[in-house]
């Protein structure tokens, strides 16, 4: 994804936090307030489908990929050996099998592409990450402050995130309020309880 089309999916993160309820991308009526999501690989969007839409759909169907719903937490990796000095960040890979850095930050998101060396070693580590659906999972890394814990994540659970701290952060260093909201949204994914919008 580019980011470009990753912004676009952040902004409408943050406007689907405004508004009621979001209409289906596929027959337009409104959504669940949990709800699956599809990536159009043509242009990189995430869109919300209704259940009935989103039963239609298999996992792959050429042009959309439904978004898994798995969260597993994930040990053996260490973030120092994907070059995750600190703070936050989640990697995806494409279909080719290319994996991208993304570094969240107020201003959006940086990303950039990892060694496969690197990813190799982090994939023998780590088994499950040999599973990651390309362009719709992320392994999710938060090295914040004290934190260390790896995740491997839908991807909107990675947007959500980006928009959180777009939304909150203040200032140079974040302020008071970004920090609590990074650990509840972590706190939440720890309980297994849904993060999705
Ligand atoms: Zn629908
Ligand atoms: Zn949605």
């Not at 043509?42 to 919300?48: N, Q, S, Y």
């Not at 169907?61 to 053996?76: D, E, F, K, M």
């Not at 390309?134 to 392994?139: I, Q, R, S, W």
Request: charged letters at 25%; glycine letters at 10%; proline letters at 7%.
């Amino acid at each position: 994804m580019n980011s470009t089309a990753l912004g676009r999916v952040i902004r409408r993160a943050e406007s689907r936090a405004r508004e009621r309820a979001e209409p289906c991308g596929m027959c337009g009526i409104p959504v669940e307030k949990e709800h699956t999501h599809l990536l159009d690989e043509r242009g990189g969007a995430l869109l919300c489908v209704c259940r009935a839409c989103s039963v239609l759909f298999p996992e792959e169907n050429g042009r959309y990929r439904r978004v898994p719903s798995r969260r597993i937490r994930l040990t053996g990796v260490r973030p120092d050996d994907l070059g995750v000095p600190v703070g936050l960040a989640f990697f995806t890979r494409d279909a080719q099998g290319a994996v991208t850095a993304h570094y969240p930050s107020p201003m959006g998101t940086t990303g950039w592409t990892v060694e496969p060396a690197v990813w190799a070693a982090a994939v023998a580590a780590c088994p499950p990450l040999e599973t990651l659906a390309p362009g719709v999972e992320a392994l999710l890394v938060n090295a914040v402050r004290d934190a260390d814990e790896r995740w491997l994540v839908p991807v909107d659970d990675c947007y959500r995130l980006v928009a959180i701290i777009r939304g909150s952060w203040k200032g140079l260093s974040g302020g008071t309020r970004v920090w609590p909201e990074i650990e509840a949204f972590f706190t939440r994914l720890a309980e297994g309880e849904s993060c999705r919008t």
